[in-house]
């Protein structure tokens, strides 16, 4: 009788104080997406520590965890995942190992089929429907002021860049900036000191050069190319210089040529006076331009003032 009374004992401690395990699948053949569960219980744990894959590392590559969620208790460990598989084929979720204690569980393997149930031709329509929404001009203006903006914004950085190239071509051949330009030119020529030394060949040759420029540009005569008897009908024909603006040039230009070729020999009294007038030209251009401006504008568009203008600038 005691004998027998050690071999139940025994039993009851192998058995009823032993962990048990279980795991279940609802599933072995899924749908491309479909969620499966996967489910594992440990029973009788007695307070006994579980060492098992974390979060979301339970299943192998192919298996997307929806959600992977564990309950653990003083006796029973219960872990639910949730997964889908979005790739067709057999795939296998492997035993796993699971230490209890100093003691090592496994569960069974599992073979998953996913299959693809979408035929050729199926329609796949919307869960819902679209909804239909009036907007109104506050609505149009919340999606698209940005868009407005940005298209404002190009337009104005364009104005502005032509604005400013216009500007600056203007202003770079305006008469004042002709003007003053040619101004500091004879004002280098001065310095150079070629009345004082009589260096008059070199003096008429930088003058006559300077005052060519000055026309072309002020003028758009191409005094730069034509020879001074050339010039000076040109410039009779045009009336684009005052008469007395005109006289000067044709006295000095033609001056100079002599000076050129040797023909005559100019005191530094003559140089420093053909040196003056042709500054004061310089000076005086203005008024011709202005001049010429309003000539091209019509009788009937000048006002009386612009008129007046005319009359004493002639």
Known sequence: MYKVYLLLLFFISTFGFGQTLTSSLDKTTLALGEVAVFKIQILDLDGKNV????????????????NDSIAVQKDIYLRSVKFAVF???????????????????????????????????????????????????????????????LVLIVIAIIVLIIGIVKWGRKRKHSPAVTTNQTLKDLEKLRKKNYIENENFRAFYVELIEITRGFI????????????????VDYMKNTNAIS????????????????????????????????????????????????????????????????????????
């Open 51 to 66: 060492q098992i894959a974390p979060r979301n590392e339970l299943l192998p590559f192919h298996f997307e965890m929806v």
């Open 87 to 149: 790739q067709e084929g057999k795939f296998t979720i492997p035993e796993i190992a699971i230490k209890v204690g100093d003691e090592i569980l496994k569960t069974i393997p599992y073979e998953v089929e996913v299959i693809n149930t979408a035929k050729k031709g199926d329609q796949i329509n919307d869960i819902m429907k679209n909804k239909e929404v009036e907007l109104n001009v506050q609505d149009y203006w919340d999606l698209y002021k940005f868009y407005v903006l």
């Open 216 to 231: 072309t540009k002020q003028y758009q005569i191409p005094a730069d190319v034509l020879l001074t008897d050339d010039l």
């Open 243 to 314: 008469q007395e603006n005109e006289k000067i040039v044709e006295d000095i230009f033609l001056r100079s040529d002599l000076v050129k070729f040797a023909k005559t020999i100019p005191t530094k009294e003559i140089m420093s006076k053909d040196f003056t007038e042709i500054r004061d030209f310089v000076k005086r251009s203005t008024k011709d331009v202005e001049a010429e401006n309003l000539r091209n504008v019509s009788v009937e568009e000048l006002s009386e003032s612009d008129k007046s203008k005319i009359r004493k600038l002639k």
